[in-house]
């Protein structure tokens, strides 16, 4: 697998890395949180096994497809991780697609917007990208709130196979 290195996202208390399969752990307790499976998908990860099968087949496949994906984002002072955040490539959209999400324990310290800021300057700045997209489940008022806080505006909704559903749509030119 060809991976990208040393060009990733940076902000002030997070880092940003790519996940092995030593962060199986960390993915299974996130993508079974009830707000993960609700808004994002229940991608039916019940064991770390499943989830080193996705992290290598999907998450990583992605880095190697399209140069981009998912970063794990961890806290800098502690090392912990707190969530997921990153840019997605998806064939239905015409621009990539800003995706994050965060483990409960870590909403309301500002790090899905610190996050999210970072890698649109990284799409902007190291990227070259000029627009770039978001997408949320319809009843996800907080993730809505973030992106037009940050300087998206929603444009309707999209009817999107790859998730199976239709979500909210948001746009931002960089």
């Known amino acids: 697998m060809n991976l990208p290195s040393g060009r990733f996202p940076d902000s002030d208390r997070l880092r940003f890395k790519l996940p092995s399969r030593h962060?199986?752990?960390?993915?299974?307790?996130?993508?079974?949180?009830?707000?993960?499976?609700?808004?994002?998908?229940?991608?039916?990860?019940?064991?770390?096994?499943?989830?080193?099968?996705?992290?290598?087949?999907?998450?990583?496949?992605?880095?190697?497809?399209?140069?981009?994906?998912?970063?794990?984002?961890?806290?800098?002072?502690?090392?912990?991780p707190v969530g997921v955040c990153g840019i997605v490539v998806r064939r239905e959209l015409e621009h990539p697609d800003l995706g994050y999400g965060l483990l409960e324990a870590h909403r309301g310290k500002g790090y899905a917007k610190e996050a999210a800021e970072a890698v649109l300057e990284f799409a902007r700045k190291k990227l070259g990208l000029k627009t770039i997209c978001a997408i949320t489940h319809p009843d996800n008022v907080r993730s809505a709130h973030l992106l037009t806080k940050i300087g998206f505006a929603q444009d309707g909704q999209r009817e999107l196979s790859e998730i199976g559903s239709t979500a909210d749509f948001y746009i931002l030119d960089l």
């Not at 752990?25 to 991608?43: R, S, V």
């Not at 499943?50 to 090392?79: M, P, Q």
């Open 23 to 80: 962060d199986a752990a960390f993915y299974l307790k996130l993508m079974n949180e009830p707000d993960y499976l609700h808004f994002i998908a229940d991608h039916g990860l019940r064991t770390e096994e499943d989830v080193i099968e996705y992290i290598e087949n999907k998450t990583l496949a992605r880095f190697t497809k399209f140069g981009v994906g998912l970063w794990l984002v961890e806290e800098k002072d502690s090392g912990s």
